[in-house]
């Protein structure tokens, strides 16, 4: 997901509550990028539920994008005011953005399929390369910049271990 409170979770819809409650049984502790999976029914209907029953309504949906939107645009003014006299520092990033991703601070144990499972959630994925003799950096490519850059602002800082909080950039042109 993309916001802070709901990273790390997925929801997965079944078709059948028999089939959805032997997955929660069978799967309820696996071991996921080295953490237990925590596996619990929706507390309400998805969108697809929803549409089936013939009570879907994206009014609510549109609502929340577009104060999302809304929200973004105030948002940089605010970070923007700086002292009288002073003029506001803006962050330049170290690279421009760019469709291949740089990853850094990675632990020892990290596979190229680890990478993949983590990068293909996001559209535009291509590929992930390991750097021979260098455990702790990759490169991830995507099809365009934009994409790229989602995926960037969606996984960084994301911990494949407990103590090894990944850090991604742009890669260099």
């Given at each position: 997901m993309k916001t802070m409170k709901m990273r790390g979770q997925a929801f997965v819809v079944f078709k059948e509550l028999t089939a959805a409650t032997n997955a929660l049984r069978q799967l309820q502790g696996f071991p996921f990028y080295?953490?237990?999976?925590?596996?619990?029914?929706?507390?309400?209907?998805s969108e697809v539920i929803s549409k089936v029953k013939g009570q879907f309504s994206d009014k609510e949906k549109k609502k929340e994008k577009k104060k999302k939107a809304q929200e973004l645009l105030i948002a940089p003014q605010k970070d923007q005011v700086a002292a009288p006299g002073v003029s506001p520092v803006l962050q330049v990033p170290d690279n421009p953005p760019n469709y291949i991703l740089f990853l850094n601070n990675l632990p020892q144990e990290t596979t190229e399929m680890m990478l993949s499972m983590l990068f293909n959630q996001f559209p535009g994925f291509k590929e992930v390369r390991l750097v021979p003799g260098k455990h702790d950096i990759a490169f991830v490519e995507f099809c365009g910049d934009a994409q790229a850059g989602v995926a960037k602002d969606a996984l960084q800082g994301f911990r494949i271990t407990a103590s090894c909080a990944m850090n991604i950039s742009y890669a260099r042109k």
């Open positions: 080295n953490k237990p999976m925590r596996i619990q029914y929706a507390k309400t209907d």
